[in-house]
């Protein structure tokens, strides 16, 4: 399966998202904070298929942590997450580097289908709408 760094420095929300991704035959390693995420990365070279970070973390938030990615390892999948209206709001604007942002709180369903999408390039639009379609449906 695919290699994920989660970044999040709430303690258990760290820990049921690597546990949930573990458990669905992924790689996790974790970083409490964006400074250890972005250290992390730079020394694995950036061999990761995704990145998992909260957006509102100390030392280096999640939007700083996706710039600096996003210069340093195009090609790696970023999806970031929060539980803050205005923290959704700055992530709009990084449409072109993020593949997705999803809201805090979420449930083990949420979290995997989102990565899924994520490691799978399904577009994000695309994705949305099926999902209502089938809700409605």
């Given amino acids: 399966m695919a290699r994920i760094l989660v970044a999040e420095d709430d303690d258990n929300v760290r820990q ?16 409490e904070d964006g400074g250890l995420a ?41 999806v970031l997450m929060t539980g803050f209206a205005d923290q959704r709001e700055r992530a709009h604007g990084l449409d072109a580097l993020i593949y ?22 399904r577009p994000v639009e695309v994705v949305s709408l099926a999902r209502q379609a089938l809700a409605e449906g």
């Fill in 16 to 31: 049921f998202v690597a546990r949930a991704l573990q458990l669905n035959g992924h790689e996790v390693m974790e970083a």
């Fill in 100 to 121: 997705d942002v999803i809201a805090k709180p979420f449930s083990l369903q949420q979290i995997l289908a989102k990565v899924d999408d994520a490691l799978n390039g």
């Fill in 38 to 78: 972005a250290e992390l990365l730079q020394s694995e070279a950036g061999r990761f298929d995704l990145l998992l970070s909260d957006i509102k973390m100390p030392v280096m938030d999640g939007i700083a942590l996706a710039l600096n990615v996003a210069a340093a390892f195009p090609d790696l999948t970023i």
